[in-house]
């Protein structure tokens, strides 16, 4: 009888769910809010009132584009050059299809200085990511490094064309006024952090994981109510993400608005010839290397 009750008792306690370690899902190194920071172009302070796994991963939202700057042709100057702004390439990544050339419009909004004012405010205010302390330390620091800086010489009034060959043959057209795709394509996105903005995000990163470590000290409702909200809200933002078609960056929005040919090509060559048949001008594939010169 008591080798029964005995084993009753260790059946109970090897079935019951602990959830000491329920804290360490807030370390899982998603990149949800990294990729929500890289399609808003930015982070706002109602950020922090959301706890969600990869917080402490939210200053790597440069690195979203593995390293990419792809080739750029302006096909109405013909001249060649590199997407500089991390951001923006991680974009076009997302919405490139391979063999495909998608459309995507650039555009920005040309409201009076009021408006724009009451819109920053706002924008500073909303948009959805992250976690508390931590998180408002964090924000702080990209705030901070989130910045125009420079977008090259002004052509107002300039309409510009553009082809983005990303890897893994996906083909890109921008369109829009010059300077709104300057304001998305050159310059840089995040500047580098100071010394003491390198401590606040420091200083952060140690908050994620003292959280981590002192959940264990709630209840097991606690834990329970601190799992599913964290499941829920890393669930509910990359919803959120994916509905999500349209970036914003530096007040320009970008914006897929069809492609040419919804079947796609069959060779490079063939886009090539299409884009060059529509614009006219073959500079820019030669300079590209995308086609030769035609001798005399």
């Not at 009132?49 to 939202?61: K, R, Y």
């Not at 300057?182 to 995040?190: D, E, I, P, Y």
């Not at 401590?199 to 994981?209: E, G, H, K, P, R």
């Not at 109510?225 to 999500?244: D, I, M, P, R």
């Amino acid at each position: 009888m008591s080798s029964t009750v005995l084993w009753i008792k260790d059946f109970r306690v090897f079935s019951t769910p602990y959830l000491d370690a329920a804290g360490l899902v807030a370390l899982a190194d998603l990149k949800t809010i990294a990729i929500r920071t890289a399609l808003t172009g930015t982070s706002t302070y109602l950020d922090m009132f959301v706890i969600c796994p990869g917080i402490h991963l939210q200053q790597n939202a440069p690195e979203l584009n593995g390293g990419e700057l792809p080739q750029v042709a302006s096909m109405g100057s013909g001249f060649v050059f590199r997407i500089e702004n991390p951001g923006t390439v991680a974009y076009l990544q997302r919405v490139g299809r391979t063999g495909h050339l998608i459309n995507v419009q650039v555009s920005v909004r040309g409201d009076e200085e009021a408006e724009s004012m009451w819109r920053w405010i706002w924008s500073a205010w909303w948009t959805s990511t992250s976690s508390f302390v931590s998180s408002a330390c964090y924000l702080t620091a990209i705030l901070l490094t989130i910045f125009t800086g420079w977008k090259g010489y002004k052509e107002p009034g300039v309409q510009g064309d553009m082809l983005v060959l990303l890897s893994q043959d996906r083909w890109i057209r921008m369109k829009g006024l010059n300077d709104d795709l300057k304001l998305v394509t050159s310059g840089q996105w995040l500047r580098d952090m100071v010394f003491w903005e390198q401590s606040i995000a420091s200083a952060s990163t140690l908050l994620v994981y003292l959280d981590a470590a002192l959940a264990s000290n709630a209840t097991q409702l606690g834990k329970t109510v601190l799992l599913c909200l964290l499941f829920a809200s890393v669930g509910l933002l990359a919803v959120s993400n994916e509905c999500l078609m349209a970036m914003e960056m530096f007040g320009a929005t970008l914006k897929v608005v069809g492609e040419d040919k919804p079947d796609g090509f069959e060779r490079r060559m063939e886009m090539v010839e299409y884009l060059v048949d529509k614009t006219k001008k073959h500079e820019w594939a030669i300079r590209a290397g995308l086609m030769h010169a035609k001798s005399d």
